[in-house]
Nanobody, 122 residues
Framework: QVQLMESGGGLVQPGGSLRLSCAAS????????MGWYRQAPGKQRELVAT???????VYADSVKGRFAISRDNAKNMVYLEMNRLKPEDTAVYYC????????????????WGQGTQVTVSS
């Protein structure tokens, strides 16, 4: 089985910065797409950013130019650098990783972390 653990959330003032981290552990052969999603109260979970093992990234329009996703493939970690935070960025942020659990597996399974709260408020 695979477990994802997020860290780095918290309370920050508007205009501030936070860095989220997500570590994958367990039975891992390789990881494909890594990403971050968020869910604000009363809203659906939405994509924030994703990154492939080849370096291709996708960002939600609302965070382009402010957030940056990066990954350390050797450590099975993905990061989200969040700058110029706004109150509307307040949400629970979830890590998602597509994991190939063995050499014999020819597909990637999607795993989710438990989420970390980010609150942007003065």
């Amino acid at each position: 089985q695979v477990q994802l653990m997020e860290s780095g959330g918290g309370l920050v003032q508007p205009g501030g910065s936070l860095r989220l981290s997500c570590a994958a552990s367990g039975t891992i052969f390789s990881i494909g797409v890594m990403g971050w999603y968020r869910q604000a109260p009363g809203k659906q979970r939405e994509l924030v950013a994703t990154g492939t093992s080849g370096g291709r990234t996708v960002y939600a329009d609302s965070v382009k130019g402010r957030f940056a996703i990066s990954r350390d493939n050797a450590k099975n970690m993905v990061y989200l650098e969040m700058n110029r935070l706004k109150p509307e960025d307040t949400a629970v942020y979830y890590c998602n990783q597509g994991v190939r659990v063995s050499m014999a597996a020819d597909y990637y399974q999607s795993f989710w972390g438990q989420g970390t709260q980010v609150t942007v408020s003065s």
